[in-house]
């Protein structure tokens, strides 16, 4: 085990809901990192944290989307009115300051019905 | 913007022959390249990485190769076997950010 723990693993929802998914990182790691992959293509690059400042977000992240790491060590990731285009895995990685080895949780599948 | 292309899609190979997959990116800063693993199912698993100071790594039956000047790396399998059958990833990155770009991913069917 990588270390990185993802909350919950798998999440249904309807159309229109709100989700919020958490990162629980490796816990000497300052950097935490979100992706999401849907089937077929690889992760893609959502933002990331260095302790709690939010240092970059990808176009990808809507204003529907919002990220926070308020203490610096755990992460949550909420989806306002989840839209079916919304379903994929989230996945979350963690590193070492400019340390770029990443780890990933076990991420959490969204499906939006 | 920034771009990491991977090719093949798709590869099938006999148990014991060697797979080669190849990414090319497009941010000359990069200068970390990681390659994951995948199983269905299941998150991506570093497998083997290579920093730009570096122009090939091994590790057991897994090679890294990095062209620098043409903005080439590549992933070589010898001795393929069926539980290497995965899809697999190349990523860049650079080191201030440590954010990951990947391709689009290969599927690696070993047959024994």
């Known amino acids: 085990d990588t270390g990185v723990s993802q909350d919950p693993r798998h999440k249904i929802t309807k159309r229109g809901q709100n989700v919020t998914f958490r990162c629980d990182p490796i816990?000497?790691?300052?950097?935490l990192y979100w992706y999401r992959q849907t089937l077929g293509q690889g992760p893609e690059f959502l933002t990331y944290?260095?302790?709690?400042?939010?240092?970059?977000k990808s176009r990808l992240l809507s204003d529907r989307f919002s990220a926070e790491r308020p203490k610096g060590s755990f992460s949550t990731l909420e989806i306002q009115r989840t839209e079916q285009g919304d379903s994929a895995m989230y996945l979350c990685?963690?590193?070492?300051?400019?340390?770029?080895?990443?780890?990933f949780g076990q991420g959490t599948r969204l499906t939006v019905v | 913007g920034e771009n990491v292309e991977q090719h093949p899609s798709t590869l099938s190979v006999q148990e014991g022959d060697s797979a080669v997959i190849k990414c090319t990116y497009s941010?000359?800063?990069?200068?970390?390249f990681p390659w994951y693993k995948q199983e269905l199912g299941k998150r991506p698993q570093l497998i083997i990485d290579i920093r730009s100071n570096v122009g090939e790594k091994k590790d057991q039956r897994i090679a890294v190769t990095l062209n620098k000047t043409a903005k080439h790396f590549s992933l070589h399998i010898t001795e393929t076997q069926p539980e290497d059958s995965a899809v697999y990833f190349c990523a860049a990155s650079i080191s201030n950010t440590g954010k990951l770009i990947f391709g689009q991913g290969t599927t690696l069917q070993v047959k024994p």
């Open positions: 944290f260095q302790n709690e400042a939010q240092l970059e």
């Open positions: 941010d000359s800063a990069s200068n970390y």
């Open positions: 816990s000497e790691h300052n950097r």
């Open positions: 990685a963690s590193s070492m300051n400019q340390g770029v080895k990443g780890f």
